[in-house]
Nanobody, 125 residues
Framework: QVQLVESGGGSVQAGGSLRLSCAAS????????MGWFRQAPGKEREAVAT????????YYADSVKGRFTISQDNAKNTLYLQMNSLKPEDTAMYYC??????????????????WGQGTQVTVSS
């Protein structure tokens, strides 16, 4: 059974930083595509960043490029999202997700079947 547990969310002022972590268990971490998604109240869930865990190839939403960095520690089966220069519009529930490495899943952000419970990020102006 796949388990994904996020941590690291919180409240920060605009311009600040946070690092989210996602501890993964129940499967072979290195065979999956992993990603961070977010959903703000009244908005659809969107892909923030994804990484193909075997190759390390990364993909970012245009809104976070240059500010957020997705990374992994395969030895610890842990996924990270370093968020810098945070803006109020980054406020959302952030979710860790995993998918089978089917073609296009990492680049498109579509097809993730395993989800964590989410961690709240609130950025005040």
């Amino acid at each position: 059974q796949v388990q994904l547990v996020e941590s690291g969310g919180g409240s920060v002022q605009a311009g600040g930083s946070l690092r989210l972590s996602c501890a993964a268990s129940g499967y072979i971490y290195s065979t999956y595509c992993m990603g961070w998604f977010r959903q703000a109240p009244g908005k659809e869930r969107e892909a923030v960043a994804t990484i193909y865990t075997r190759s390390g190839s990364t993909y970012y939403a245009d809104s976070v490029k240059g500010r957020f960095t997705i990374s992994q520690d395969n030895a610890k089966n842990t996924l990270y999202l370093q968020m810098n220069s945070l803006k109020p519009e980054d406020t959302a529930m952030y979710y860790c997700a995993a998918a089978q490495p089917t073609p296009g899943v990492c680049s498109s952000g579509v097809g993730f079947g395993y989800w964590g419970q989410g961690t709240q990020v609130t950025v005040s102006s």
